[in-house]
């Protein structure tokens, strides 16, 4: 498999299938927002979402009615409060129930490592003592055969299609990270598909920071060219984090009506463009 190069639209079409499992990674920045918008204005659904920091933009897919269940580690606005979507699809059903799978960061972690090298499962010291095991029939404790020591272990993250925002893409397909990366890389060597989208595609990558990732192009399905795409999460050296507009959502959210009316206007009656103007009114 060699990454090709192709239009969101096509990108999402071609990967992202009715009932699939989604995971859409990127801690802090890098979040792949316009990837998701793009979800919710082709109806995609029936999603398991994986995320280990589902934020606004899972807050949306859930809102708009992508998503059935939901496996995390952590859920909220961030420096806000809760996601109202989120909450409302879980206390109420609106739009429809959500099923729910919560584990710890680590668990998330070593989940998606161990989807990566094909394993089963991830093995690991955690949930000593924890409560989520009382909830979460996935999380089992085993016993070392070397050592005797009680182990934690988790199912293995293989998403089907692992969807990721990065800053480059070079003319063969390789992508480049810099900054926070989280598990974006894990994540997508899990997954059978993925789709990258990037702040821009140049001819080769000059000066690599000494604390980049890189993907080659083997592992990566389909590549667009999206700027601004990461919005309103930031992407380093690029554009800088959108503050107003998380604190803006908290009430956008909280009504049904007025978070419709945000869906309708800027993700149904939008496109991947606009990234680019809201990406250019944060730079800095």
């Known amino acids: 498999m060699v990454a090709r190069f192709m239009s969101l639209k096509d990108a999402v079409s071609s990967c992202i299938k009715d009932g699939d499992t989604v995971s859409m990674e990127g801690f802090t920045h890098l979040i792949p927002h316009a990837a998701g918008h793009e979800v919710i204005r082709q109806g995609i659904k029936d999603l398991t979402l994986i995320r280990m920091t589902p934020d606004m933009i899972y807050d949306q897919l859930i809102g708009a009615g992508c998503a059935k269940k939901l496996v995390f580690s952590w859920g909220g606005n961030p420096g806000v409060g809760s996601l109202h979507r989120l909450r409302e699809a879980i206390q109420d059903g609106w739009p429809h129930k959500l099923e729910i799978e919560e584990h710890s960061h680590a668990a998330m972690a070593n989940a998606y490592d161990a989807g990566a090298a094909g394993?089963?499962?991830a093995v690991f010291k955690g949930y000593r003592g924890a409560e989520l095991p009382r909830v979460n029939k996935n999380i089992?404790?085993?016993e070392c055969p070397f050592t005797g020591e009680r182990l934690a272990a988790v199912p293995a993250i293989r998403p089907d299609v692992t969807v990721v925002h990065a800053q480059k893409a070079n003319k063969k397909g390789d992508v480049l990270f810099e900054g926070i990366v989280g598990v974006q890389k894990e994540a997508v060597l899990a997954?059978?598909?993925s789709i990258i989208t990037v702040e821009e595609i140049v001819d080769n990558f000059d000066d690599v920071?000494?604390?980049a990732v890189m993907l080659p192009n083997w592992a990566v399905t389909a590549i667009v060219e999206v700027p601004g795409g990461a919005h309103?999460?930031?992407a380093q050296g690029y554009y800088k984090r959108d503050n107003a507009f998380?604190?803006?959502w908290d009430t956008i959210a909280k009504d049904r009506d007025s978070f419709s009316a945000w869906i309708n206007?800027?993700?149904m009656n939008g496109g991947p463009e606009d990234f680019a103007a809201?990406?250019?009114?944060n730079k800095g």
Not at 278 to 281: C, E, L, P, S, T
């Open 119 to 121: 394993l089963p499962c």
């Open 140 to 142: 089992k404790f085993i």
């Open 191 to 193: 997954a059978k598909k």
């Open 209 to 211: 920071p000494y604390n």
């Open 232 to 234: 309103p999460s930031y």
């Open 246 to 248: 998380y604190k803006a």
């Open 265 to 267: 206007e800027h993700v």
């Open 278 to 281: 809201k990406r250019d009114a």
